[in-house]
């Protein structure tokens, strides 16, 4: 296929990134080649702004973005926000609920370009550590109200089923949209938001319809782009739900998954 009728997003943490979080140099080599052809790629991350900036810079993303689990699309090249959607007031009655239930719980409140923490455990601070986020520590009435994109929960993952749990069995939790991004990451988002509504802003905005869809992606928060997809591809490291949502399954994430999917779209 030629290059410049396809547009492809991935996913980052588990199918783009390695596990120590580098991108190989035959993904990067992959990547390029794709782009040279003419190719529109981009990536899907539930990572906020700040998380998401540093890979931004190293693929020189020339393309916008779904940001923050599909809550918005940014545009790194001009520095910013193309479309966002926010949660609403009622997060903040989330918060406290679900923290009433589990107090030893983390939550990060992600707006634009701040990451917020009203509640820290060892599973939300790991979580900082990992890409050196610089968070405002603050008591949950002293965050500003507006502008919420999503609120991430972090727990132990042998207690994360239980909080899952909590949540789909609590009718005044309901009204918005949940996802489990990882093992021991639990998301509130805008009603109806995911990946796959992102990925449809993100071709609205930049008016790429005409273009054949591609995407990749490894965990549940990635099955409903990976289905919507012209093309939806898992990695082998994937879960078992998000492969057989996919049309092709490529080698793991530390074998050079992007450079195998690109591969396999010049050949069709």
């Known amino acids: 296929m030629d290059f410049s009728k396809v ?16 991108i190989l140099d035959k993904d990067m080599a992959a990547i390029e ?9 981009t990536m899907a991350t539930g990572r906020g702004y700040s998380m998401a900036r540093s890979v931004a810079q190293k ?7 779904v940001l923050f689990n599909g809550a918005a699309v940014f545009d790194f090249a001009q520095d910013k926000f193309l479309w966002r959607c926010d949660i609403g007031g009622r997060a903040v009655d989330i918060i406290n609920r679900v923290a009433a239930r589990f107090p030893d719980v983390g939550v990060e409140v992600l ?14 601070q790991w979580h900082l550590d990992l890409e050196g986020v610089k968070a405002e520590f603050c008591p949950l009435p002293e965050i500003p109200t507006d502008g919420w994109l999503k609120v991430l929960f972090a727990y132990p ?8 749990q909590y949540v789909e069995n609590e009718p005044a939790l309901g009204g918005v949209q949940w996802l489990r991004s990882a093992p ?3 998301e509130c988002l ?5 990946k796959a509504a992102g990925f449809r802003e993100l071709i609205r905005v930049i008016g790429a319809e005409d273009r054949f869809t591609v995407a990749a992606g490894d965990f549940m928060n990635d099955t409903h782009m990976i289905k ?5 591809a898992a990695v082998a490291s994937a879960q078992p739900s998000v492969k057989a949502a996919a049309d092709i399954i490529v080698c793991d994430n530390n074998s050079g998954a992007m450079a195998e999917i690109i591969d396999r779209i010049e050949r069709l």
Do not use: Q
């Open 7 to 22: 547009i492809l997003m991935t996913d980052l943490d588990g199918t783009l990134l390695t596990d120590d979080k580098r």
């Open 33 to 41: 080649r794709f782009r040279a052809g003419g190719g529109i790629f």
């Open 59 to 65: 693929l020189a993303l020339d393309a916008p973005a």
């Open 111 to 124: 707006r634009e370009h701040s990451v917020y923490v009203p509640f820290l455990n060892e599973t939300e």
């Open 157 to 164: 993952t042998e207690k994360m089923d239980a909080l899952e």
């Open 184 to 186: 021991m990451f639990f």
């Open 190 to 194: 805008p009603e109806g938001i995911d």
């Open 228 to 232: 919507e997809a012209d093309l939806g």
